[in-house]
């Protein structure tokens, strides 16, 4: 079946900061990619996604670029905020799947200044 | 544009009771899934419907039900509520008509059973 593998956490950083969280899948078709955040008391929102080999998703100066050869997903970041501090999760989705996503465990960063 | 709501914010039951947890989406949205969030163990899927007055199974189905009787709306029922069904319930919708299927997700339920 489909699954996804997030470096585990919690991780840890000053402001300023790289940030690296690495995901990495498997699939049993050809899925699309997300990475959502959930910031405290809230419900996840989508952060970025790829939907084909080679594409790189971004947004609010995070990136991922989907790597089939390497079935990778990794959420980077140049310079992080106390902001950012939230928990990020890495998912697929395969087109016959009714919509259904997979989801990894999570990985907690808190950002300190 | 409300996005996903859902009702309550926050549950305490005692063994052995029953509760129903509501969504309600105004997107349109063909498909809905309620999941279940426990430290550590990521999102896990409770059930999901693929349109009004169709359900399914997810991955960890058991001690609850469903129902979709209006496209916008998905409820999520306990019986006989269990300690083990202590955690924080989320909803999601989704459409077909988007190109990558993206989920949008309420705020969650959080729900503690003595």
């Known amino acids: 079946g489909d699954s996804v593998t997030q470096m585990e956490g919690p991780v840890t950083l000053s402001e300023e900061a790289c940030l690296t969280i690495n995901c990495t899948y498997t699939a049993t078709g050809y899925p699309s990619l997300f990475w959502y955040v959930q910031y405290p008391g809230e419900g996840l929102q989508l952060l970025l996604k790829?939907?084909?080999?080679?594409d790189k998703g971004s947004n609010k100066g995070f990136e991922a670029t989907y790597r089939k050869e390497t079935t990778s997903f990794h959420l980077e970041k140049g310079s992080v905020q106390v902001s950012d501090s939230a928990v990020y999760f890495c998912?697929?989705?395969?087109?016959?799947?009714?919509?259904?996503?997979?989801f990894g465990d999570g990985t907690t960063l808190t950002v300190k200044p | 544009n409300a996005g996903v709501t859902q009702t309550p914010k926050f549950r305490v039951l005692k063994t052995g009771q029953s509760m129903t947890l509501l969504c309600a989406q105004d997107m349109n949205h063909e498909y809905m899934y309620w999941y279940r969030q426990d430290p550590g163990m990521g999102l896990r899927l409770i059930h999901y419907s693929v349109g009004e007055g169709t359900t399914a199974k997810g991955e960890v189905p058991d001690g609850y039900n469903v129902s979709r009787l209006k496209k916008q709306n998905f409820l999520l029922g306990l019986e006989s509520a269990a300690p083990s069904q202590t955690s924080v319930y989320f909803c999601?919708?989704?459409?077909?008509?988007?190109?990558?299927?993206?989920?949008?997700f309420g705020p969650g339920t959080r729900l503690t059973v003595t």
């Open positions: 790829a939907t084909k080999a080679d």
């Open positions: 999601a919708s989704s459409s077909p008509g988007q190109t990558s299927y993206e989920q949008y």
């Open positions: 998912a697929l989705r395969v087109n016959t799947n009714a919509g259904k996503s997979t």
